[in-house]
């Protein structure tokens, strides 16, 4: 009898271990999210609200690590990691997809929107979001929702950029995207392509004169705080993504792949909306640390591209 009651005992045990090894395994689910932004940036605040849905709509099935900051580099590396699988998941701008896939650099061509109800229509509720969306996914990529960059300004240490005729000879730091580098050599300015991550240092060290980037991502990574003046032009749109690589989404049970795209596109509707709510705070922040901001916009239509041919 006391054999017996062991071997029960021993056995109950050894199930026990089993079932809660499965629950555990099943709770070890962890989707890695990278990024370059710092913890105040919208797509940080957004990919927090996404976690948050994930964990409580999964019951902790699918955990999120939030890996932000550059920790994994640049945005180029980060979307080429995701493809291939090194990473799970990245908050990039499209700027950092057209880097690894150029053909998609057509939703960063200059004046292509006239406003934010353009964008809304056209890329991040139309057809050129799908478009990006179908192509991801040939590359072993899921767009989970599309997000929002901003329209883009300049800065710069050398002088007011009031007409495009000052661009020339300025050394500027542009995304690593041919668009961009065309853009600004026609302008005569001397493109320099960088990842984002690098470019503070490159300001700091006067390897280049200014950068191209909106209010936000130029506020939030403290570049103006190397600079003299800023230009906003509004020139390019550049949006965002979350990304997800394919055999990792495609590994979740059914219901969790629902959860996932559901917390996505909420994280990204909660993104654009504070973004969008920024930018004016932002310019108004970079013209109080001291520096001059240009508003090439005033009394023009987001189309008007005369600031570029040299009309004041």
Partial sequence: MRTTRFGLAGMTFCLALMVTSSLATAAQVTLHVGGTVSPEHSWYKGTELFKAEVERGTNGRVQVQIEMGGVHGGERKM????????????WTSDIGLAAVFPTLGFVNLPYLFSGYA?????????????????????????????????FRGLTNSKKPIVSGADFQGL????????????FYRNLGA????????????????????????GAIITYDFGLHQFQKYMTKANQIYSGSQLLINKEAFDKLSSADREVVVNAA?????????????????YYTRISASGVEVIDATMG????????WQGSH
């Fill in 79 to 90: 979307v080429s990691e995701v493809m291939r699988g090194m990473l799970n998941m990245v």
């Fill in 118 to 150: 353009d964008v809304d229509k056209l890329y991040i509720n139309g057809w050129m979001g799908d478009v990006l969306e179908k192509e991801a996914l040939t590359k072993g990529i899921v767009i989970l929702a599309h997000g929002e960059n901003d």
């Fill in 171 to 182: 050394k500027l730091r542009v995304p690593e995207v041919p668009i961009y580098i065309s």
């Fill in 190 to 213: 001397l493109p320099t392509p960088m990842a984002i991550t690098e470019v503070p240092t490159a300001l700091q060290q006067g390897t280049v004169d200014g950068q191209d980037n």
């Fill in 265 to 281: 596109q909420k994280a990204a509707r909660f993104q654009v909306e504070m973004n969008r709510s920024k930018v004016s705070d």
């Fill in 300 to 307: 023009r239509s987001r189309n008007d591209q005369s600031f």
